[in-house]
């Protein structure tokens, strides 16, 4: 198979990239290399896998690279894009022309090639929005819903809250439409808080994988709003288990979307994410504190039954587990970030 990942020297792209080659697929990574840590991880995947094939282009500006690329793969994985709620607040210009734009040139090309992919897209919890109506708990250490016991399903209505929110809410939305219009096999991962190795965390985006930056570095940390805020968090190698699943079963998951993240069984809040991370620290954490930031849901926890139900996903790294590794692979790799 001829597998394209656009965006595939950012985190995610890495690591989806690195379990492709080694099952021996054609894999092209396409990526502007603008991001701290991409150009890292490129390094090392051509030096691990030096049959990797790699084209530099940008999907705001490279769209007939994107044409004769699209054009000549089976399956493709739209993982680029402006990541961090606070960076579309501070400049919505360049979060729209990054998630909205770059988003469309994609499944334009993609439309217009002589066999269109099956085309994966990186979505958002973001696009529920701050959730103000929904009713929560405070417990000593996190938040809890009131009601829905399994977490946020597919059926919530959507809320645009924040730049990043609508830029990347008008993707989602777009990558579903492209199906039912067009017929394109595009299907739709809203994520929830992915982590693991390779990940170069910083204070506005991938939280998990900053804390242990920052203190493994020495590096100030803010706490911002009160610290029970709980998220469902995903290992990388489980959500790289849900593509492959969802590719396997594309008849059943084409113009699909699907809501993708650890689900209720693995949640953390930040409270309790730094009192493990001092079990693993042997030491007490530092931090100050800050107030909350635009869009920052007290809770949030995705409802998985239908990725399960669908092409029988579930994940199976538990938070313990995976913050483990995490924490084990910076601290033996910390000369990669001490530009950072």
Not at 33 to 56: D, E, H, M
Not at 89 to 103: C, K, L, Q, T, W
Not at 107 to 131: H, W
Request: hydrophobic letters at 40%.
């Amino acid at each position: 198979m001829k597998r394209l990942i656009i965006g595939g020297a950012g985190f995610i792209g890495i690591n989806l990239a690195e379990y492709l080659l080694t099952k021996g697929e054609d894999v092209l990574i396409f990526d502007n290399l603008s991001r701290k840590g991409t150009s890292l991880n490129f390094a090392w995947i051509k030096k691990t896998y030096p049959q990797v094939k790699f084209v530099k282009g940008d999907i705001r500006t490279d769209y007939k690279k994107l044409v004769a690329l699209l054009g000549k793969v089976d399956v493709a994985y739209h993982l680029a894009g402006q990541v961090a709620v606070t960076n579309s607040v501070a400049d919505p210009r360049y979060d729209f022309e990054n998630n909205a734009i770059g988003s469309f040139n994609v499944l334009e090309a993609a439309r217009l090639s002589d066999k269109p992919p099956i085309l994966f897209y990186s979505s958002t919890n973001k696009v529920y929005g701050a959730m103000e109506d929904v009713k929560t708990v405070k417990k000593k250490t996190r938040y809890e819903f009131k009601k829905f016991p399994n977490g946020i399903s597919e059926k919530r209505l959507l809320d645009f809250h924040s730049p990043y929110g609508c830029s990347k809410g008008m993707a989602d939305q777009y990558f579903r439409d492209y199906a039912r219009i067009y017929g394109l096999k595009t299907v739709v991962f809203r994520q929830s808080c992915i982590y693991g190795k390779r990940q170069f965390g910083i204070e506005d985006q991938g939280w998990i994988a900053w804390f242990i930056i920052a203190i493994l570095l020495n590096k100030p940390i803010t706490m911002y709003g009160n610290g029970k805020q709980v998220r469902d968090i995903l290992f990388i190698t489980d959500l790289i288990q849900a593509y492959e699943l969802a590719e396997k079963n594309i008849k059943k998951t084409s113009g699909q979307i699907y809501n993708i993240g650890g689900g209720k069984k693995f949640t953390l809040s930040l409270l309790e994410t730094f009192a493990y991370l001092e079990k693993l620290y042997s030491k007490k954490i530092n931090y100050k504190t800050s107030d909350w930031r635009p869009g920052d849901q007290p809770i949030y926890v995705s409802d998985i039954s239908k990725a399960k139900e669908d092409f029988g996903w579930s994940p199976k790294i538990s938070p313990e587990k995976g913050v483990k590794f995490l924490f084990d692979w910076v601290k033996q790799n910390k000369e990669l970030f001490k530009n950072f």
